[in-house]
């Protein structure tokens, strides 16, 4: 059974650091490109950043390109976002996901693209 278990979320100020945390199990965590999506309060969820099953290849939203960081360890079956200069706008609950392929399609930043995910984990940043 495949798990991803998302960890690091919290309360910020604006301007603000958080490192999220995604750890997999139950499948060959190198072999899949993975993903990091957000759902804020009454909206749909979106593509937040995706990266490559080696880490080579990464791709981000507009609105988080230059802010956030996606990377992977594959040696501990963990994916992260470092995010960086956090504002209002980013509250959301954080979502990891598993790809269907190891590398980024070009339809990455859809969420059909994906076959598991996480929980999540909330992410609120005061003005």
């Known amino acids: 059974q495949v798990q991803l278990v998302e960890s690091g979320g919290g309360l910020v100020q604006a301007g603000g650091s958080l490192r999220l945390s995604c750890a997999a199990s139950?499948?060959?965590?190198?072999?899949?490109?993975m993903g990091w999506f957000r759902q804020a309060p009454g909206k749909e969820r979106e593509f937040v950043a995706a990266?490559?099953?080696?880490?080579?290849?990464?791709d981000y939203a507009d609105s988080v390109k230059g802010r956030f960081t996606i990377s992977r360890d594959n040696a501990k079956n963990t994916v992260y976002l470092q995010m960086n200069t956090l504002r209002p706008e980013d509250t959301a609950v954080y979502i990891c996901?598993?790809?269907?392929?190891?590398?980024?399609?070009?339809?990455?930043?859809?969420?059909?693209?994906?076959?598991?995910w996480g929980q999540g984990t909330q992410v609120t940043v005061s003005s």
């Open positions: 139950g499948r060959t965590f190198s072999n899949y490109a």
């Open positions: 996901a598993s790809a269907q392929h190891a590398y980024l399609t070009g339809n990455h930043y859809r969420s059909n693209e994906y076959d598991y």
């Open positions: 990266i490559s099953w080696t880490g080579r290849s990464t």
